[in-house]
């Protein structure tokens, strides 16, 4: 299975006036998430999942993401507010080979680390609008206790994944 971690792009500051869920993307946000949004469906080729965190900003990505690839985003609670386990579960749960995620820092780099059998060493530094491409093994929707472990295949940078889009 291919497990791709894809984070939401630039967004609207954090204000007291405005609930955090509801931040949406700037427009030099929605152009250059475009852009690696589209980097990133010619990298991966076909994927069969788009998960995204429902707050407003990563569904924007989504969309974008959906735009690029033809494939149609499914929101999951735990990608805005679950912990990881709750998060490979709905990945489980969703029983395809190649899903995309889209969230938000630090979540998705912990999944990657975790996933890679590293803890909390850091090494994956997730920058607005770039993805992470794991491998992983061991996934069985039927056991919920099977933790999967994953390779690192790719750490896309956002402006890798721009050229790649233009």
């Known amino acids: 299975m291919r497990l791709i971690l894809f984070r939401h792009g630039i967004a609207e500051e954090r204000r007291p006036d405005l609930d955090d869920a509801d931040r949406r993307l700037t427009p030099e946000g929605i152009g250059r998430t475009g852009l690696a949004a589209r980097g990133l469906a010619s990298y991966l080729g076909e994927i069969d999942a788009i998960l995204t965190s429902p707050k407003r900003r990563?569904?924007?990505?989504?969309?974008?993401?959906?735009?690029?690839?033809?494939?149609?985003h499914q929101t999951s609670k735990p990608l805005a507010s679950g912990t990881i386990n709750q998060v490979l579960s709905a990945v489980k749960q969703c029983g395809q080979s190649s899903?995309?995620?889209?969230?938000?820092?630090?979540?998705?780099?912990?999944?990657?680390e975790r996933l890679c059998g590293v803890g909390a060493a850091s090494f994956i530094?997730?920058?607005?609008?770039?993805?992470?491409?794991l491998r992983?093994?061991?996934?069985?929707?039927?056991?919920?206790?099977?933790?999967?472990?994953?390779?690192?295949?790719?750490?896309?940078?956002?402006?890798?994944?721009?050229?790649?889009?233009?």
């Open 58 to 72: 990563a569904v924007q990505t989504a969309d974008l993401l959906s735009e690029a690839t033809g494939v149609a």
């Open 99 to 112: 899903v995309v995620l889209v969230g938000h820092e630090p979540q998705l780099s912990m999944i990657g």
């Open 125 to 133: 530094e997730l920058k607005k609008a770039g993805a992470v491409v």
């Open 136 to 166: 992983l093994s061991r996934v069985d929707p039927a056991n919920p206790r099977n933790t999967p472990s994953a390779s690192l295949e790719a750490l896309l940078p956002p402006r890798v994944l721009r050229a790649m889009g233009a």
